[in-house]
């Protein structure tokens, strides 16, 4: 066990297992580490080390430069402690979770396929553990080097079962294991609840969820504990789900059966390949072009949620800051 010791006017020292990385073992302290991904693709999680050794899980995180290397700076979500450590980095109240991750074990129960590419996994935990709609674990498998990110599709109710809805990437290698090797009973990992992009209950805006591809999982999730919520259910929330193409395309038969389905809550569906009017009548255009045409300016009074793949991401940020959302109702935790 090393002790890290974030230092600053007043010094905060935690214990991290060797074995665990020093933003994650933050967080289990309920601390406010900064962080979105937890995958080292972001950055989002850098800091300064000042005394000490640590070594990163993976060895080229994306995010870590030569000149982070240089200045003797890491990535939170990534760096294991090889001794006692003091740091430098701005802790913040938004990170300081609600329920503290924890490594459970788990169980894979079955699978239900929702397209060609896209299915949705059911675990069963070995313990119960609560967790916010919007927000997602690490997942481990013991044939496949490293965890990947999973967001909850299930609305929590702190018992032991976690759903993800989870895309096929061609030759990865969790997905692969998953849709190709897993059977009902294998043991999995799982770390968490992670993510800060979770339903703000407390808000009075109608909602907005925006998924692309393999973002549908968390915004499912949100749109699921809003229709449950009994000030939430009285708002407005629609749901735009985008994909390449007809086939890629789901999510309604998810929703159709929740309190409000046609009257408060709102599937719309989107396409961006160019296909003939025959094969598909639907909305076209990327998910930010199809949110700005259907609300455009009212998108500023929304409670706006949103996951998919980087290059969604990076459109629906621009969009909204173009159309000058303010910043504090948007919500997303970077996917890779
Ligand atoms: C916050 C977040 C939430 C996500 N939620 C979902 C979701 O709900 N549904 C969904 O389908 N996808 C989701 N993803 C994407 C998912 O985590 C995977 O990237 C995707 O499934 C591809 O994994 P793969 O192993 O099949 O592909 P690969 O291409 O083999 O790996 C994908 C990525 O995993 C990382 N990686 C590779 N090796 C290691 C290692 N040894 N240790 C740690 N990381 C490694 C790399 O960054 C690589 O780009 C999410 C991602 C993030 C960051
Ligand atoms: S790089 Fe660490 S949280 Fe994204």
């Known amino acids: 066990m090393a002790l890290i010791t974030i230092d600053g006017a007043t010094p905060v020292t935690f214990e991290c297992d060797e074995s665990d990385t020093i933003m994650r073992a933050a967080l289990r302290h309920g601390l406010g580490f900064p962080y979105s991904c937890n995958v080292g693709a972001c950055g989002n999680c850098r800091f300064q080390l000042l005394d000490g050794e640590v070594e990163h899980l993976q060895e080229s995180p994306r995010a870590w430069t030569e000149r982070d290397e240089k200045r003797q700076r890491y990535l939170g979500c990534q760096a294991r402690p090889l001794s006692d450590c003091r740091i430098k980095l701005r802790t913040n109240e938004q990170y300081v979770p609600q329920t503290e991750p ?17 299915s949705e996994f059911a675990l069963e935990l070995d313990k119960p553990l609560p967790f916010l709609a919007g927000q997602y674990a690490l997942l481990g498998a013991s044939a496949v080097d490293g965890p990947r990110a999973y967001s909850m ?25 998953l849709f190709d090797l897993l059977q009902p009973g294998d043991a999995l990992t799982l770390d968490g609840p992670f993510g800060t992009a979770y339903l703000r209950e407390d808000s009075e805006r109608d909602i907005l969820c925006l998924a692309g591809g393999s973002g549908l999982s968390p915004m499912i999730a949100i749109a699921r504990a809003a229709a449950e919520h009994p000030q939430l259910r009285q708002r407005r929330l629609d749901f735009i789900f985008g994909g390449r193409r007809p086939e890629d395309m789901c999510g309604e038969e998810l929703l159709r059966d929740l309190p409000g389905f046609g009257s408060t809550l709102h599937f719309h569906s989107a396409i961006s390949e160019d296909i003939s009017e025959t094969e ?7 998910v930010h072009d199809v949110a700005q045409q259907l609300f455009g300016e ?35 935790d970077e996917f890779y």
Not at 153 to 175: H, L, Y
Not at 298 to 312: C, H, T
């Open 102 to 118: 924890v490594k459970v074990s788990a169980t894979f129960k079955e699978k239900t396929v929702l397209t060609h590419d896209l």
């Open 298 to 332: 009212a998108l500023q009074s929304k409670e706006i949620y949103f996951a998919g793949p980087p290059l969604m991401a990076q459109a629906v940020q621009k969009m909204l800051f173009d159309l000058k959302v303010p910043l504090d109702q948007v919500h997303f």
């Open 280 to 286: 598909w009548s639907g909305l076209r255009g990327f």
């Open 153 to 177: 599709c299930n609305v929590s109710r702190n018992d032991t079962e976690w759903s993800f809805q989870i895309k096929r990437v061609p030759d990865g290698a969790m997905t692969t294991h």
